[in-house]
């Protein structure tokens, strides 16, 4: 929100409409869905190591070139260049999901595999409060250079990957390779492997869509519980975090970019505890539990914003308090517990792809959230868009309209997750080396050729 409102202050010549600049927020997002279907099911093929390699050189070349576009004439102008490097970034930043999860649950010993899931996954909330902390600082450091602000803001984006590489190249393969030991065979009947330069690239990709689509046969019950879950998750979390800037404006904290950066810190402090509370509480709570409790406790505060925002408007610090609860119970909840549970329900052969599509999910439920509530937003203005004209009566109305889809968003979230989602709480248990289940899912390779089976898997 931020740097698309310094991008606003510079005159370039290519003109940042509405449209674009939807484009440039969103273009990340449809990035993700890409990288985490496709470098998820990769992962499970070829391999956990090179393809976490793969993710985070794709996470540092996009921020990079994102920060480094050129303002040129013609139809591929500085903000289109901006979205395809977006779009690139995004596909990095989606496969990190997968890889990340899977990597951890494989690596952790069984009695400590939801605690460092939920470590892992806190590290969002340090790397938001760095991003504020980012935005404060070039912002009222810099003066009027709105063009180095923006590009800074994105560019260092690529620092904390950067300092991850030495450790992904070092790093040795999970156990996913303690099971499947041999480089992938993509036929039975072959001797070709998989990273033989005489095996089609068309063939690799048919190969690559028959082991999804066997995935999603084998466990799409689990999925839909799953995937559903962090879709209606995300059409809130993320639409909400797109509209930050709306709140803040209407509370009257930020008539201005560096306002609206310090704002955008406050409530990432607000909502940083809510990951802290997580590790704390998650295996006292179980994750199931949390999950419920957290889709609860957002919808109540959403809702309550919506009934009292008139009056809140009159205090805005209690009215930024309130606002920042939703960010915390989805911390201290939903956020964290769909990007776990999907890490230990699924066996290993298949873990990283079944966390990617749901993932992917959730994503699609970001971009569904974030052009209907733009919608919603608008919806009291002028032909359904609030221009700088619009009274602020407009804005508040369209806001309330927000905070009233969001609670209820997160009542279904809350009955979605008890019928459908696994119920993961309880103590851990350790299978491993089941004849039964390396039998089951022998019988289901099918298409996927040789496509070799996990037998260990850890449940709750």
């Given amino acids: 929100n931020v740097a698309v409102d310094l991008m606003k202050k510079v005159t370039y010549d290519e003109v940042l409409t509405n449209e674009m600049k939807s484009s440039i927020k969103t273009m990340a997002l449809v990035g993700a869905v890409v990288g985490q279907i496709g470098f998820g099911s990769i992962a499970d093929m070829i391999g956990r190591r090179r393809v976490f390699i793969m993710t985070c050189s794709m996470v540092i070349f996009g921020a990079v070139m994102s920060a480094t576009v050129q303002n040129t004439s013609g139809s591929f102008g500085i903000f289109s260049q901006l979205t395809f490097w977006r779009f690139i970034l ?9 890889l990340s999860a899977s990597i951890t649950s494989e690596s952790s010993q069984s009695q400590d595999v939801v605690r460092n899931l939920a470590m892992v996954f806190s590290m969002q909330g ?78 690799y990709f048919r190969e690559g869509l028959a082991f999804v689509w066997q995935t999603v046969q084998t466990h799409w019950w689990a999925l839909l519980g799953t995937a559903g879950s962090w879709f209606v998750l995300d059409v809130v979390f993320y639409a909400n975090g797109l509209f930050s800037g709306q709140v803040t404006t209407a509370m009257g904290l930020s008539t201005s970019t560096r306002g609206e950066a310090s704002a955008a810190l406050i409530l990432q402090c607000i909502a940083l505890p809510g990951y802290m509370c997580t590790i704390l509480f998650i295996d006292r709570i179980g994750p199931s539990n949390l999950q419920l409790i957290g889709f609860v406790a957002t919808a109540f505060f959403f809702l309550l914003l919506a009934v009292l925002q008139p009056y809140l408007l009159q205090v805005p610090p209690l009215y930024i308090i309130l606002y920042g609860l ?121 298409a996927s050729g040789s496509l070799r089976t996990q037998s260990s898997e850890v449940h709750y």
């Avoid at 156990?175 to 072959?190: G, M, Q, Y």
């Avoid at 203005?381 to 407009?394: H, K, P, V, Y």
């Fill in 90 to 98: 995004g596909v990095g930043i989606g496969g990190e999901y997968p």
């Fill in 326 to 446: 939703t960010f915390f119970f989805q911390n201290f909840g939903a956020n964290a517990t769909t990007y776990i549970i999907p890490s230990i329900i699924y066996p290993t052969n298949h873990r990283a792809t079944c966390h990617g599509i749901s993932a992917a999910w959730g994503k699609m439920g970001a971009i569904v959230g974030a052009e209907v509530f733009l919608y919603l937003q608008n919806s009291f203005c002028r032909g359904d868009n609030c221009t700088d004209d619009a009274t602020a009566e407009q804005k508040n109305n369209g806001l309330r309209v927000v905070f009233s889809v969001c609670g209820a968003l997160s009542i279904f979230g809350f009955f979605w997750s008890y019928f459908l989602v696994k119920n993961v709480n309880g103590p851990l248990l350790e299978v491993s080396n089941s004849e039964e289940e390396a039998e089951d899912m022998e019988s289901k390779k099918g």
């Fill in 126 to 203: 340090i790397g938001t409060i760095l991003c504020s902390l980012v935005l404060v600082t070039v912002t009222n450091t810099m003066g009027d250079n709105y063009d180095t602000q923006w590009r800074l803001a994105l560019g260092l984006g690529a620092v904390p990957m950067a300092c991850s590489f030495y450790f992904r190249w070092k790093m040795h393969e999970t156990s996913w390779a303690n099971e499947i030991n041999k480089p992938l065979l993509l036929h039975e009947d072959s001797t070709t492997e998989y990273s033989s330069p005489s095996y089609s690239i068309i063939a």
